[in-house]
């Protein structure tokens, strides 16, 4: 019989508590802070200065207003 750590039941367990009201815990509240600065806030900021890019990019050919 092999011993596991996780509980069966995984309602039970301190990830996913049983109460979904409950406060979250230290531990989620700093894997969702580094998840939003790590990978959401470069992501946007790429996302955003690349579609006003194109854009500007798009604007320009279309009206021939091409800077030069």
């Known amino acids: 019989m092999r011993s596991t750590s ?3 039941d995984p309602a ?7 109460d979904p009201d409950a406060p979250s815990t230290h531990q989620e509240e700093w894997r969702s802070f580094l998840f939003l600065t790590v990978v959401t806030a470069p992501v946007l900021a790429v ?3 690349g579609g006003w890019g194109f854009i500007v990019w798009m604007y320009q ?3 021939g207003d ?3």
Not at 12 to 18: E, I, M
């Open 6 to 8: 996780t509980p069966a």
């Open 47 to 49: 996302v955003t200065v």
């Open 61 to 63: 050919l279309v009206t």
């Open 12 to 18: 039970a367990s301190s990830v996913h508590p049983a």
């Open 66 to 68: 091409l800077p030069g």
